[in-house]
């Protein structure tokens, strides 16, 4: 069914309307938050990063007592594929939501957990490509993030968080905000994560174990695209004080890529630090482009 600018599916198929309303109604995903998501790249009609998505949605999925599999996912995602190709749909966002499906009144899971596949198609944001040329300034948010380990690196549905720092009140010169959790440690911004580079540390990305979300993103520059430029990079606790010794910082996600972070405003918010792009920075962007051309 297509809405203004989006396109949904449950499932892989083509219409909503012989979903169940009272099933869709009573779905823990929106009762209880109890489910899941991705947001996958789609470019020249495929899917660049699909197999890190779904792999990482059923690994996530089992920690929700979500039963689901890559095949099972895959075969949805084709389904609905072959959707946005009969509409001719060639380049956007693909977001995937794993709900727990139906279970009635309460927070005890059911005894059989039947889930629903939810697709969402929309155009690709305008400003990805502005901001990978250009880069971003960000804020600090005031809202911290709980210590919350068993839901630790999870994309999980409860995005309250990310929604009140979000909203909070900052200059439009500002694209996203910086969030630090409950120790005052640097975890990630609204909807991306983090890298950022000292003189005595060189590069290091906030460790996710306590809170926050391990993004697709991060774990490909981690695992291919830093060891190809022969990079080292750390995961690590980041306090205020590596952010403001930082000379690179970049936010990422598996959208947007590597976007550089030209500008951070102040404690005081009275004004924005200026930060360099650095070499580092660029060559990690080319070298991302080059392994995959949908972040050219």
């Known amino acids: 069914m297509k809405t203004f600018d989006f396109f949904y599916s449950i499932d ?27 947001t996958i790249n789609y470019n020249n009609s495929s899917f660049p990063l699909k197999h890190r ?6 690994k996530d999925a089992a920690e929700l007592s979500i039963n689901t599999n890559e095949k099972k996912l895959d075969g949805y995602l084709s389904k609905f594929h072959d959707i946005l190709v009969h509409h001719k749909f060639t380049e956007g966002v693909v977001k995937i939501i794993l709900s727990a499906g139906s279970g009635g009144r309460g927070y005890q899971n059911p005894e059989n957990i039947s889930p629903n596949v939810i697709f969402r198609y929309s155009p690709s944001p305008a400003e990805g490509n502005l901001q990978r040329d250009h880069g971003v300034n960000l804020w600090r948010c005031a809202h911290q993030l709980a210590l919350n380990k068993p839901l630790a690196g999870i994309k999980h549905l409860n995005r309250l968080d990310q929604v009140l720092a979000r909203n909070e009140v900052h200059p439009n010169e500002c694209d996203d905000g910086l969030m630090f959790d409950t120790n005052d440690c640097l975890v990630e911004t609204t909807s991306a994560n983090v890298f950022l580079k000292t003189q005595s540390q060189g590069w290091t990305t906030p460790d996710l174990s ?75 962007q080319l070298m991302l482009a080059q392994l995959y051309s949908c972040f050219k």
Do not use: W
């Not at 979903?19 to 998501?37: E, K, N």
């Not at 998505?53 to 059923?58: E, G, T, V, Y």
């Open 210 to 284: 306590l809170c926050g979300v391990s993004g697709v993103m991060r774990s490909v520059l981690i695992d291919e695209i830093f060891p190809a430029l022969q990079l080292g990079v750390r995961v690590n606790s980041l306090t205020e004080r590596e952010l403001s010794a930082a000379t690179e910082i970049f936010i990422c996600n598996s959208v947007k890529g590597i976007v550089p972070v030209t500008g951070i405003l102040n404690q005081d918010q009275s004004e924005v630090k200026p930060i360099t792009i650095g070499s580092n920075t660029r060559d990690l």
């Open 12 to 38: 892989g198929y083509p219409e909503l309307c012989n979903a169940d309303p009272s099933a869709l109604l009573s779905d823990r995903g929106l009762s209880y938050g109890h489910g899941l998501f991705e």
């Open 53 to 58: 998505h779904l792999s990482r949605m059923c």
